[in-house]
């Protein structure tokens, strides 16, 4: 997997690296099992502080998607195909693409325009077209309003 | 022979400062960070056409020099005479290189090279998990010359006589004296061991260190990395195991066992470093002068237009030292050559740079006792 990091970038260097290894998991790049650097070596490998990459890696520990061992180092804990994800991760999750979506809604990018750039998004992640049970109904939650906030992980386009 | 062995090196240290801007990252010019779009700027064209002039024209006037003086001394002094001309060549040569570096870096900051650009940091993930292999078989060589020495060592050892010559003159004749003892025999089988430690435990840093990829090009340089660590290591495995037989040819003249002249014990090392050279001429820094097949580079890797290597001068002095204190690396790879230098500013770097002067310094008590 390559990794690119913007070290004067507006979002910190840590939250790089996490949002970079998230993607990379969700694209296939990282499927589960695949080990990541250790902290001191990818530290070594982007000029960073070693504390910059011990906080990414203690992110996506707890966010779940990668797990750390003594002996085993970092290795990803799941994938795409790993199944449904936690209770309530939905709902969060969509009060913070509700956000990011609001943000194009308000600069005059329009509806049809969004979902186009979501639909996009997803297919690049090349997700496996497995056979899975019905989305629980009441999905989505109130605060989502008109904005079909699970549409991008229920259209799938392959 | 004399005029030779003081030429020799002049001309292999001028060849090697001359080549210096050919084998550095096209990103590095003359210790500088300069963006994809600004490799062939006007400025770097002109200031590494005056570099390869000043020392290619010093080069020719120092050998002049070198054989001047080698014809007029006593053969003795002739092995001196690069002793006196390598200093003033890298002396002359770092003064070519400040200037093209001041110049340079005067067009940078004039013109804002980096102007609108992202600046960014690649890293491979699979340089680790997928590490590169160390050719150790390629280490044997050096350690089976350091073994057989060792064991004729041992064998004559007995029969050695009350006297030691440790110095010869430059055609073979003793002219140095010490009393036999296990130190005075076995120095020279000490210094095989330090410099096949010492070179292995350098490579071995070598590998682990970061390839410090190409922003634009991330996949394709680390592809070029891998090939140039393996092809350096190998050379220089190569120049440990001839190093080693020169010192084990040194080991036998001292033993009395043969009879050879300077030139002769010189010879192994000598081919040694041509190989060396001539694989850092092949690869270039970090492999950047590697080409890959036609057709053979996947895909993915196009280039970003607007993306450029994170511009690190300020870790820099001079071009040459690196200090980055928040940096965990200890061996980074050189901006204005090949191979690799240390960080400084990281403690972890310190002891290292404290055995390395003892191993360097530790052979030199050792023929001083």
Redesign the interface.
């Known amino acids: 997997?390559?990794?690119?990091?913007?070290?004067?970038?507006a979002v910190p260097i840590y939250q790089q690296i996490r949002d970079r290894v998230v993607e990379a998991i969700a694209d296939g790049a990282?499927p589960a099992g695949?080990?990541?650097?250790?902290i001191?070596?990818?530290?070594?490998?982007?000029?960073?502080?070693?504390h910059t990459v011990n906080k990414s890696y203690d992110i996506l520990r707890r966010e779940g998607f990668v797990q750390l061992g003594r002996k085993s180092g970092a290795v990803v804990r799941r994938d795409p195909t790993a199944g449904p994800p936690t209770p309530g991760y939905l709902e969060d999750w969509a009060a913070r693409l509700r956000t990011l979506l609001a943000e194009a809604a308000a600069l005059g990018v329009d509806g049809p325009e969004i979902i186009h750039r979501c639909e996009r998004t997803v297919a690049g992640f090349h997700l496996p077209s497995t056979p899975r049970a019905p989305a629980p109904a009441g999905d989505p939650p109130a605060s989502a309003g008109t904005l079909p906030s699970h549409a991008p992980t229920d259209d799938r386009n392959r | 022979m004399e005029l030779l062995s003081s030429v020799l090196p002049v001309v292999l240290l001028g060849t090697c400062l001359s080549l210096i801007p050919v084998l550095t990252r096209p990103g590095l010019q003359f210790g500088v960070r300069v963006p994809p779009d600004r490799v062939d700027a006007p400025v770097i064209r002109q200031q590494r056409r005056h570099y390869l002039w000043w020392t290619g024209s010093l080069t020719g006037g120092f050998v002049v020099a070198a054989a001047g003086l080698a014809a007029g001394t006593s053969p003795l002094a002739a092995g001196l005479i690069p002793m006196l001309i390598i200093p003033a060549q890298l002396g002359t040569a770092t003064a070519g290189y400040l200037v093209a570096r001041h110049r340079i870096r005067q067009a940078k900051d004039a013109q804002d090279w980096y102007h609108g650009l992202?600046?960014?940091?690649?890293?491979?993930?699979?340089?680790?998990?997928e590490p590169e292999r160390f050719p150790i078989r390629w280490a044997l060589p050096s350690v089976a010359v350091l073994a057989v020495t060792a064991v004729i060592g041992a064998v004559r050892y007995p029969s050695l006589p009350e006297r030691l010559p440790i110095h010869f003159t430059w055609s073979g004749t003793p002219d140095g004296w010490a009393g036999t003892s296990a130190l005075s025999a076995f120095s020279l089988v000490a210094t095989q061991l330090l410099v096949t430690l010492l070179i292995g435990a350098l490579l071995v840093a070598g590998f682990r260190?970061?390839?410090?990829l190409d922003?634009d090009a991330?996949?394709r340089s680390a592809r070029r990395y891998r090939a140039f660590l393996q092809i350096t290591a190998r050379s220089v495995l190569a120049l440990a195991a001839l190093t080693n037989l020169g010192l084990m040819l040194a080991c036998l003249q001292m033993w009395q066992l043969v009879r050879i002249s300077g030139a002769t014990a010189a010879l192994p090392g000598l081919v040694g470093g041509v190989i060396v050279l001539a694989a850092a001429v092949r690869t270039g820094q970090a492999g950047t002068r590697l080409r890959e097949p036609a057709g053979d580079e996947p895909a993915g890797d196009e280039p970003a237009t607007d993306?450029a290597h994170?511009d690190?001068d300020r870790f820099w002095t001079l071009g040459i030292f690196y200090a980055?204190r928040?940096?965990?690396?200890v061996l980074?790879p050189k901006r204005f050559g090949v191979g690799w230098t240390i960080n400084v500013a990281n403690p972890r770097t310190w002891p290292m740079i404290a055995v390395v002067i003892v191993l360097i310094i530790a052979p030199a008590l050792l023929a001083a006792l």
């Open positions: 997997m390559l990794l690119h990091v913007e070290p004067d970038g990282l695949s080990p990541l650097p250790s001191r070596q990818l530290a070594v490998d982007l000029g960073v502080n070693y | 992202t600046q960014v940091i690649a890293a491979d993930t699979s340089w680790r998990t260190s970061r390839p410090d922003a991330p996949g993306t994170r690190d980055n928040d940096d965990p690396a980074v």
